[in-house]
């Protein structure tokens, strides 16, 4: 039997990917996961020092662990024409940013990338993802980066969308902006790493397949959603992307570092690798 560390982040969407695995709905061999939760930035600093053995991860911090993490063929987040969303007090224009003091949920998430790809000149105030809209509100930045359900909450609280990070990607590239995936150790056993990734494959097809059980499940990570609201902001993130890349969804990860290498954002260019 093998034990292995499965971590990833408290909220709906994750939470709907691992409802099978996390209450044994299928079976996993000899695999066993204990799963452990955290949010993504504090996810992307242990993946740092490779302290689990499968974790959620932002693309931007895969690049910096790619020597010692393989990326796991399903389980990701792609913003298809949508993504993170810069928001602020006012209806400022997409050009008003630079020079703006804009909170972003992490330094190696994917959303803080995006938004120095868009606009590098923005001063970066690092702010737990679930206080960026207090932040905004109380004029304490001119701006921040809404992730997770605070993509669909911001307009209730008096918020304007500034600009739409995902849809700005779709624009330049024609392609859905990766956001997050989930990685595993590369120094496991080969016959682990393929049956992991076969347990997460049918995990995701499980929630898929039983969605009012997994909705239901997922609410629990998402007091302050309605049920339609979960079930959109669900269906954002988990769907045929998240079954598998794709040649598409493999194109749109190296396009992201290739194009953040470019522009100095990265030090190093990083060929993302997966299992099998």
Excluded at 109 to 123: D, G, I, N, Q
Aim: proline share 4%; aromatic share 10%.
């Amino acid at each position: 039997m093998s034990n292995l560390k499965l971590a990833h982040s408290p909220d709906s969407d994750d939470a709907f990917m691992f409802y099978a695995l996390a209450t044994k709905k299928i079976r996993t061999g000899d695999l066993k996961f204990t799963h452990i939760l955290e949010d993504i930035e504090s996810l992307n600093q242990k993946a740092l020092e490779g302290t689990y053995d499968i974790t959620a991860i932002s693309f931007h911090a895969y690049a910096y662990v790619a020597d010692r993490y393989f990326l796991l063929p399903c389980g990701a987040s792609f913003g298809d024409r949508y993504g993170p969303i810069v928001v602020g007090r006012n209806a400022l224009e997409p050009k008003d940013l630079t020079g703006k003091r804009v909170a972003v949920p992490g330094k190696l998430t994917t959303a803080t990338l995006a938004l120095r790809l868009y606009a590098p000149e923005t001063e970066t105030v690092i702010v737990p993802f679930d206080q960026i809209l207090d932040q905004v509100l109380r004029a304490e930045v001119d701006a921040g980066v809404v992730i997770h359900e605070g993509q669909l909450t911001y307009a209730n609280v008096g918020l304007s969308k500034i600009l739409d990070l995902g849809e700005w990607w779709h624009q330049q590239t024609g392609l859905p902006l990766p956001l997050g995936g989930n990685a595993i150790l590369r120094s496991l056993d080969p016959a682990i790493l393929k049956q992991a990734a076969s347990a997460l494959r049918r995990s995701i097809r499980y929630g898929l397949e039983h969605r009012e059980h997994a909705l239901a499940y997922a609410s629990q990570f998402a007091p302050t959603l309605d049920s339609a609201s979960l079930d959109r902001f669900v269906s954002m993130y988990v769907n045929e992307w998240t079954l598998d890349y794709g040649k598409v969804g493999r194109q749109a990860v190296a396009t992201l570092l290739s194009r953040a290498h470019e522009k100095g954002l990265l030090a190093t260019s990083v060929n993302p690798e997966f299992v099998g």
